[in-house]
């Protein structure tokens, strides 16, 4: 006990010393009443994550300082967010004096418990956490600060909680703290959840990294010296610090650009953070900036000014990418220090320079946000799917026809500007003019844009809309118009239905009702009303379904539920084992990724196929894992069936060669377990480019293929593809 209790003092120490300012009598007091109530209230004796609930606790206090930028009354409402109401605890909490801590862990406790939580079905728990903005936003930081807690301590949770848990952080918490502000966060959330999910590709970018680190060092300080120089020789005063892009980071656009961690030229980053007083901000960033453009050639095309226009989670810095005379490229950051924590601090700076300038656009977020959530369906992925394109902040800025600035998402087509200008703008929107010419609804917009809208009266919201806008409002206004559409039509096909029930003298109920939806595979029995009044299902077909005699039971339905395509690597016992808690459920494997024997894997319980097998790196991963925890188990090989073959495509990218083809097809012949279902490829302009459909064995085959058709004169990339 004298241990834990000098471990406590250590802990209290470390959450004091993560204040800002200095450390007042009152600070230690309020501190020291906390912990009182947090080792009253935390048995001693039960650990969690390693270590006993008092200090697990205090943890969570000092990351909510430390990494969140809160203030101590937001730390002892982490410290004491273990306690329950009407617990013995509670009255201590009351006597603190402090109505706003009472009121923050009350919050937190209508989100989740952070103690023993299940780590499954998060919708609903996510919703609530989003909801909290409109109470405190001190909540969604605080359970913030615990995720970051969480991921940093997965190896003391089972190992079959950390996949759902690491998938759930980079689906949903990294994009959350990276639209609130926080950048170190989720960069950290994103690379401790990529060294669970994608561990060989992690470890290798982490040792290059480790390889290249002296001749990163030397290029830094090559760099910027005659930075500090000039800017030393103008009187400037400035921090310059430098810092390496995440892993993450890297393994990204590495994917993207299809290139090599030798290829990805920016790997770091100099940020130069000024001094300024609020007035000369922003002509004393464009100063530097000329300092730094002035000394090495800028890639225009590379600049980005996020302090004429701050982006909407209020992010101020100006971004150039320079080459130095040695031909390498250097990312330079230029902000002041209010910047710079409003970009370390995110929403907790944000409120903390509230009225000074870049705040707006953070308000009018967390403003759509409540709108959205007050509209979308409160569970699973339809409101998981509405929420998450509203989690990331790259942005595009454009010009209404009156001159106003209007910010959307990267990717936002006409039709979300329009919805952004208004709910009837957007339902009545048939085209529109960027730059003076017309173009078409789904047409993308570009930073700089002046755009304007052309409507019509007879306009109305389409499903194929839902295909191509990529903003919450419009999402989830377009789904209401068809909703309320659908409900319409659905009461014309129910009288529809019954109105030939009775002439067919056939009773209408709810017996006859589930017959139909069993036979066409309906959830609902409006989605069955809805489809007969589309013409979906013909109502003569209707009637065969409902006089079908049982001594007919062979009959094929009219319509069949929309299944994926069968595999022809289908189930069977003999290679796969799926966790034995499962029972009576055939498995395929799943086309949208087509895992090959040795993949790593898990299996997905689907509402009508059974179990599907997936690839843990399948693309539609995160979302399942995510979304549906519960419906995951876990899966993996046994014995290798030799006369199975596992499909897997292949895609080849190269330049023009004699013989390419060739030679590709003399390394397949050397593979006798292995088919070539198909083999396309075209010669355009010089570039080579193929796509193989193979059967193999095991991925130890398939990448030794990979591996030796990479070898081919002319062939610069190799990669397995999804399906």
């Not at 080459?323 to 710079?340: K, L, N």
């Not at 173009?439 to 389409?462: A, C, E, R, W």
């Not at 995160?622 to 290798?640: E, H, N």
């Not at 081919?712 to 990339?717: D, S």
């Amino acid at each position: 006990m004298a241990e834990l209790a000098a471990q406590i003092r250590s802990r209290q120490s470390l959450v004091l010393k993560a204040l800002p300012g200095p450390v007042t009598e009152a600070d230690k007091r309020l501190l020291g009443q906390a912990t009182e109530i947090a080792k009253a209230s935390y048995p001693a004796d039960t650990k969690y994550l390693g270590e006993p609930l008092p200090l697990y606790y205090l943890e969570l206090a000092r990351l909510t300082v430390s990494a969140i930028g809160l203030n101590l009354p937001s730390a002892v409402s982490a410290l004491l967010s273990g306690v329950r109401e009407n617990s013995a605890g509670w009255s201590g909490i009351e006597e603190l004096g402090d109505p706003t801590i009472r009121e923050v862990i009350r919050g937190l406790s209508r989100v989740t418990a952070l103690k023993g939580r299940d780590f499954t079905g998060q919708a609903e728990n996510f919703r609530k956490l989003l909801l909290s903005l409109a109470d405190d936003g001190r909540v969604i930081l605080i359970a913030l600060a615990e995720r970051l807690l969480l991921m940093r301590r997965l190896d003391w949770l089972p190992e079959k909680e950390r996949l759902p848990l690491a998938s759930e952080t980079y689906f949903l918490f990294a994009p959350l703290a990276h639209r609130l502000g926080y950048y170190n966060i989720k960069s950290e959330m994103e690379d401790l959840a990529m060294k669970l999910m994608e561990p060989a590709e992690y470890n290798e970018i982490e040792a290059r990294l480790k390889q290249t680190v002296t001749s990163r060092n030397r290029l830094i300080k090559e760099f910027s010296q005659p930075v500090t120089e000039k800017l030393d020789a103008l009187g400037i005063k400035y921090e310059l610090k430098s810092r390496t892009k995440s892993i993450h980071s890297i393994w990204q656009k590495m994917k993207r650009q299809g290139v090599a961690f030798e290829e990805v030229f920016d790997i770091f980053a100099i940020r130069i953070i000024i001094d300024a007083d609020t007035a000369h901000e922003k002509s004393s960033c464009w100063q530097v900036y000329s300092v730094v453009t002035d000394l090495y050639q800028p890639d225009p095309s590379r600049m980005r000014d996020w302090i004429s226009v701050p982006k909407t989670n209020g992010y101020e810095s100006l971004h150039t990418t320079v080459v130095t005379p040695a031909g390498r490229w250097v990312e330079v950051q230029i902000r002041t220090r209010r910047m710079d924590e409003i970009a370390e601090k995110g929403l907790a700076a944000h409120f903390r320079y509230k009225g000074i300038r870049g705040e707006g656009g953070l308000d009018t977020w967390m403003a759509q946000m409540r709108e959205v959530l007050g509209t979308v369906e409160k569970e699973g992925s339809d409101f998981l799917g509405e929420i998450r394109p509203g989690l990331y902040s790259d942005e595009v800025f454009v010009f209404t026809p009156k001159g106003e600035v209007r910010q959307l998402p990267v990717g936002a087509t006409l039709l979300d500007f329009a919805f952004d200008i208004h709910t009837e703008v957007g339902s009545k929107c048939i085209g529109g003019k960027i730059n003076g010419r017309n173009v078409q609804l789904k047409h993308k917009l570009q930073n700089g844009d002046h755009v304007s809208v052309i409507t019509s009266s007879k306009q109305s919201p389409k499903r194929d809309w839902l295909a191509f806008v990529i903003t919450n409002k419009a999402r989830t206004k377009i789904k209401q118009a068809l909703n309320e559409e659908k409900f319409r039509l659905a009461a014309d096909g129910k009288e529809m239905l019954t109105r030939r029930l009775k002439n067919w003298k056939i009773p209408y109920g709810d017996a006859t009702v589930v017959k139909l939806l069993t036979e066409y595979g309906f959830k609902t029995s409006q989605d069955l009303y809805f489809s007969i009044a589309i013409g979906e299902i013909d109502l003569l077909q209707i009637k065969k379904v409902l006089l079908r005699t049982e001594e007919h039971p062979e009959e094929e339905p009219i319509r069949t539920p929309e299944l994926h395509p069968q595999e022809e690597t289908g189930g069977g016992s003999d290679y796969l084992v799926i966790d034995e808690r499962v029972e009576g459920l055939d498995y395929k494997l799943a086309k949208c990724c087509n895992p090959v024997f040795g993949d790593r894997i898990f299996g997905f319980v689907t509402v009508l196929e059974g179990i599907k097998i997936h690839r843990a790196t399948c693309p539609n991963a995160d979302f399942m894992i995510s979304s549906f925890p519960y419906r995951v188990v876990r899966a993996r090989w046994t014995r290798l069936d030799s006369s199975r073959g596992f499909l897997s495509t292949v895609k080849l990218t190269g330049v023009e060669n004699l013989g390419i083809v060739a030679r590709i097809t003399e390394i397949l012949s050397e593979y006798k377990a292995v088919s070539v279902k198909n083999f396309t490829y075209s010669m355009n302009n010089g570039l080579f480019e193929g796509r193989m459909e193979l059967l193999v064995p095991n991925i130890n085959v398939l990448y030794g293929i990979i591996k030796k058709i990479q070898s081919v004169k002319g062939i610069t990339r190799v990669m397995r593809v999804d399906g």
